[in-house]
């Protein structure tokens, strides 16, 4: 419990071969919620223990270790994001529509026409072709977007615990659903619908 | 408010429709801006489409798997660990 933090934490520092058990849960379903890939989040993991190994001597008993790996692991995936080029599919569905958000005018009025999707509804969400195409556009979301609604539809995570995890406002969360769906709307349009 | 709502705020709405059960005024504004704005038609149920194939494949994937480490993979990184620091098999 909480009698003697320091000489707990001591013992974890010193016993790297125990970090997988206590913490690698933790850092895995972490790793997951943002990324959506079992094996990249593994290898996220081991990582995040092996740089933590690396740099010990700069842990500071003022945070947990716990905190000090989520840390790590937080940049490694800010990282993945950014270097994201991986998947063939995902340069083919490259969209456009991300610069700017100009989906209104001035007056907020739609720029675009939206045309109807003509489609059975539950033929398309049973395909997985249309699923496969909506992952690729979910990829092509700017990372801040993508990790507020793979959590929050993907990992069905309540509206709460992704505020908590992203550490953001019920209201920013909101904001960025509402672009999620937008680009997302744009990105199907263009690569489904066309 | 309920006469000047504008698509992007009734798109706004839309999503939030989507996440949290709107307030008795919002689905007032929502409901009269809808019946006028064929755009904002198309652009709920093209949302709720998304929202539908993203929980249906959600359920479907998230098996016993997703939400800890693997046993192989436990064994994979303190092996990794054991190397790392010069390891008992030295």
Redesign the interface.
Same mark, same amino acid.
């Given at each position: 419990m909480m009698d003697t933090p320091d000489g707990e934490s001591c013992t974890d520092v010193a016993d790297? *071969?125990q #970090?997988?058990?206590k913490y690698?849960?933790a850092l895995?379903?972490f790793a &997951?919620a943002r990324l959506g890939d /079992?094996d990249l989040a =593994?290898d996220l +993991?081991?990582e995040t223990? @092996?740089a933590g *190994?690396?740099a010990i001597d700069s842990f500071r008993r003022e945070s947990s270790l716990l905190t000090w790996f989520m840390g790590i692991l937080r940049r490694k995936i800010a990282d993945e994001f950014r270097g994201r080029r991986r998947n063939p599919l995902q340069q083919a569905v490259a969209i456009k529509a991300s610069a700017g958000y100009a989906?209104?005018d001035r007056?907020? $009025? #739609?720029q675009l026409? %939206? /045309?109807? #999707?003509r489609v059975d509804?539950q033929d !398309? !969400?049973?395909s997985q072709e249309? #699923?496969e195409t %909506?992952e690729a556009c979910m990829d092509q979301l700017p990372p801040t977007l993508a990790a507020a609604f793979r959590l $929050?539809? *993907? =990992?069905?995570l309540d509206?709460q615990n992704v505020c908590s995890a992203l550490q953001i406002s019920s209201d920013n969360l909101? +904001?960025r &659903?509402?672009r999620a769906? @937008?680009l @997302? /709307?744009t990105c @199907?349009?263009r690569n489904w619908f066309a | 408010m309920i006469l000047t709502l504008s698509c992007d705020r009734a798109a706004r709405l839309l999503s939030d429709a989507e996440d949290r059960r709107l307030t008795f005024v919002e689905r007032l504004a929502l409901r009269g801006h809808l019946f006028v704005c064929v755009w904002c038609r198309r652009y709920r149920a093209q949302i709720r489409l998304i929202d539908d194939c993203v929980r249906h494949h959600s359920t479907s994937r998230t098996g016993v798997t997703a939400k800890i480490l693997s046993d192989a993979a436990r064994l994979r990184i303190r092996t990794k660990i054991a190397d790392e620091l010069g390891g008992p098999h030295g």
């Amino acid at each position: 419990m909480m009698d003697t933090p320091d000489g707990e934490s001591c013992t974890d520092v010193a016993d790297p *071969l125990q #970090w997988p058990d206590k913490y690698g849960d933790a850092l895995y379903a972490f790793a &997951m919620a943002r990324l959506g890939d /079992r094996d990249l989040a =593994e290898d996220l +993991v081991q990582e995040t223990f @092996l740089a933590g *190994l690396a740099a010990i001597d700069s842990f500071r008993r003022e945070s947990s270790l716990l905190t000090w790996f989520m840390g790590i692991l937080r940049r490694k995936i800010a990282d993945e994001f950014r270097g994201r080029r991986r998947n063939p599919l995902q340069q083919a569905v490259a969209i456009k529509a991300s610069a700017g958000y100009a989906f209104f005018d001035r007056r907020g $009025k #739609w720029q675009l026409r %939206l /045309r109807a #999707w003509r489609v059975d509804p539950q033929d !398309v !969400v049973q395909s997985q072709e249309f #699923w496969e195409t %909506l992952e690729a556009c979910m990829d092509q979301l700017p990372p801040t977007l993508a990790a507020a609604f793979r959590l $929050k539809q *993907l =990992e069905g995570l309540d509206a709460q615990n992704v505020c908590s995890a992203l550490q953001i406002s019920s209201d920013n969360l909101s +904001v960025r &659903m509402h672009r999620a769906r @937008l680009l @997302l /709307r744009t990105c @199907l349009d263009r690569n489904w619908f066309a | 408010m309920i006469l000047t709502l504008s698509c992007d705020r009734a798109a706004r709405l839309l999503s939030d429709a989507e996440d949290r059960r709107l307030t008795f005024v919002e689905r007032l504004a929502l409901r009269g801006h809808l019946f006028v704005c064929v755009w904002c038609r198309r652009y709920r149920a093209q949302i709720r489409l998304i929202d539908d194939c993203v929980r249906h494949h959600s359920t479907s994937r998230t098996g016993v798997t997703a939400k800890i480490l693997s046993d192989a993979a436990r064994l994979r990184i303190r092996t990794k660990i054991a190397d790392e620091l010069g390891g008992p098999h030295g």
